[in-house]
């Protein structure tokens, strides 16, 4: 999700076991290059007694029963490397840690398998606990999780990829993740672990020298090195998709995440990411009303739009899971994030129904162009003037 509420609003990993981790590291180049998903049985660290067989079995079972649960309950979409992603994940900006670790615990209950970081949003590591609490009792297979997370602007160079996705790795406990992005296309210079530097005449100290080339280059050597199955963007506009997907020479970018709702659909975007066989995934589908005080301007609450309430009474579902549908049936990932236990559940109950043409219709007709764009980056004071901000 959008980097920008989370990094002013809250300021807040177990290693594995290197043979695993060679094990999976040669996994997934392999994954990558045929786009098949390779399943592992985990290994024991000890030959089984009687009892360890028997509850080896039981916790085996749970496991498949909640992991077919998911997938029962899951639509996927297949990113360019044959890879597939849930087409709907869990949001972990703007929450403390133990509402985060609470509410990734419930989002895991309800099905969610694509859970979305970053390292600017300063929690990963109360992610990583949720995550090793259900890999260590069997309740989830590694494999089963689609794990994203992102690089900061601090970290847009070549250099600063590996550096950032390594740090990433021991705040989440793993050994891979399942998606890398760049956060932003504009960088920062690093000074010491500030993530927004700002200059002595109070504005941020943009890199004006973040070169898009050069870092995916050092993308692509993650991928390689097993450290990511997948890389993307993130906040890029169509031109600085272009010239990284021109220059990509070994792997093209997987998926594109930006924001996009019911006023700001991002269309004439999302048609040139189809073309480039660039997956879309939308930050704040349910709009940004939490960001309000952040941005100082009024928010507009796409839950009372009439035509989505209208839509939902037909089909007696709640206008957040009709927001969530428009979004999914048009062939993009979303990631709403909530803490509230119920609309964690109820924004994952929305595989059971589909939105008509005329319904589609009246909801793509909503659409504000850029004027619905909510989250622009300007309030970091200064972030404007680098030559790569998007918008």
Not at 39 to 46: A, D, F, G, I, T
Not at 113 to 129: M, S, T, V
Not at 214 to 230: L, N, P, S
Request: hydrophobic share 35%; glycine share 6%; aromatic share 8%.
């Amino acid at each position: 999700m959008a980097l920008i509420e989370m990094n002013i609003l809250m300021k807040r990993s177990s290693s594995r076991r290197e043979a695993a981790s060679r094990s999976r590291s040669s996994r997934y180049k392999q994954e990558r290059k045929t786009g098949k998903t390779l399943r592992s049985v985990p290994q024991l660290e000890q030959p089984p007694t009687e009892a360890t067989q028997h509850n080896s079995v039981n916790t085996t079972t749970e496991s498949l029963k909640i992991s077919n649960m998911a997938d029962e309950k899951q639509e996927f979409l297949e990113l360019n490397n044959g890879v597939r992603i849930p087409s709907l994940g869990f949001g972990t900006w703007q929450a403390s840690d133990k509402e985060l670790e609470d509410a990734v615990e419930h989002a895991l209950t309800a099905g969610y398998r694509h859970i979305d970081g970053a390292y600017a949003y300063e929690n990963e590591k109360a992610l990583g606990r949720v995550l090793k609490r259900w890999i260590d009792s069997g309740r989830v297979k590694r494999e089963d999780l689609f794990i994203v997370t992102k690089l900061p602007e601090v970290g847009n160079t070549p250099a600063g990829v590996v550096k950032y996705l390594q740090r990433s790795l021991d705040n989440l406990g793993l050994s891979y993740v399942d998606l890398y992005l760049v956060h932003t296309p504009f960088g920062y210079h690093e000074r010491g672990e500030d993530l927004h530097p700002m200059t002595d005449e109070g504005v941020i100290d943009v890199d004006m020298g973040t070169d898009h080339i050069a870092i995916w280059k050092a993308m692509e050597d993650q991928v390689e090195a097993g450290k990511t199955r997948c890389i993307g963007l993130s906040n890029f506009n169509e031109k600085q998709i272009e010239r990284v997907w021109t220059s990509a020479e070994r792997i093209k970018p997987a998926m594109l995440q930006v924001e996009l709702h019911l006023y700001f659909q991002q269309k004439e975007l999302v048609n040139y990411c189809n073309s480039r066989k660039i997956k879309v995934c939308a930050y704040s589908p349910l709009g940004s009303r939490g960001s309000a005080k952040l941005l100082g301007k009024e928010i507009p609450e796409l839950l009372e739009n009439p035509e989505v309430k209208k839509v939902a009474e037909k089909h007696n579902k709640t206008p957040a899971q009709v927001l969530l549908r428009h979004t999914i049936q048009r062939g993009i990932a979303a990631i709403p994030k909530s803490t509230n236990p119920g609309r964690i559940v109820q924004n994952f109950q929305i595989f059971d129904f589909e939105l008509s043409p005329e319904e589609v219709a009246s909801l793509d007709a909503q659409d504000q162009g850029k004027d619905g764009r909510i989250l622009d980056f300007k309030f970091f004071k200064g972030v404007e003037k680098h030559p790569e901000f998007p918008f």
